[in-house]
């Protein structure tokens, strides 16, 4: 069975700064998705990145990049240009084959102002 | 906002009570995914419809079950309720694709925060 492991419970950032956060899977599969979701004090789950397994090429949108290394089935988020919105809890997802998604525990990212 | 409604957002109710909790996909979307979100277990997967049918099933208790409507709106009703069923319940949709398998990307609701006292 897939997993999904987040080690960082919390980190923090000042304003205008850069964090990485990281993630780890545990497959068998060779072809499937990865997701970072944001989730501020409203609950809202908000999509952040996805990233195919098959692409060699890191995904980014805007301030979020990922860097996804396949062999070693690691997937960080790096947030560039830290502002006081980016401040929720993330969580990193595997979509599995049958479609649903498997979830870490979540890294709880605090930005200091 | 994602497209994805949920209702009602908040639910208080008593043990051993039954309850329906609604979502509506993004329009277009054919499958439907509900997730449980508690503070002891984190997030888990408990079922997916696709299209009127069910797809797949997590850790989905037997007191728990859920359908999908002919217009694509699915209920998950959860029965002999107990406190330890109090969570965050997400219905989550996915792009229809012309293949007719889901496409990988997942939007959610706006969740709907059960309490059971």
């Known amino acids: 069975a897939q997993t999904v492991t987040q080690s960082q419970p919390e980190m923090s950032v000042q304003e205008a700064e850069t964090v990485t956060l990281s993630c780890t899977y545990d497959?068998?599969?060779?072809?499937?998705?990865l997701f970072w979701y944001k989730q501020p004090p409203s609950r809202q789950m908000i999509l952040v990145i996805r990233q195919e397994a098959y692409k060699q090429q890191n995904a980014t949108e805007n301030r979020f990049s990922v860097n996804f290394q396949k062999a070693a089935k690691s997937f960080s988020l790096k947030i560039s240009d830290s502002q006081l919105g980016d401040a929720a809890m993330y969580f990193c997802a595997y979509r599995s084959a049958g479609y649903q998604l498997i979830w870490g525990a979540g890294t709880k990212l605090i930005i200091k102002p | 906002d994602s497209g994805v409604t949920q209702t009602p957002k908040h639910l208080i109710t008593a043990t051993g009570q039954r309850v329906t909790l609604r979502c509506s996909p993004r329009?277009?979307?054919?499958?439907v995914y509900w997730y449980q979100q508690s503070l002891d277990q984190g997030l888990q997967f408990l079922i997916q419809?696709?299209?009127?049918?069910?797809?797949a099933k997590g850790n989905i208790l037997e007191r728990f079950s859920a359908q999908q409507f002919p217009d694509l709106h699915s209920e998950l009703n959860l029965s002999s309720l107990e406190l330890g069923d109090s969570a965050l319940y997400f219905c989550?949709?996915?792009?229809?694709?012309?293949?007719?398998?889901?496409?990988?990307?997942?939007?959610f609701g706006p969740g709907t925060r059960l309490t059971v006292l």
């Open positions: 497959t068998s599969e060779s072809d499937y998705y």
């Open positions: 329009s277009g979307d054919l499958s």
């Open positions: 989550a949709s996915s792009s229809r694709a012309t293949s007719g398998i889901p496409t990988d990307t997942q939007y």
């Open positions: 419809y696709y299209n009127g049918e069910e797809r």
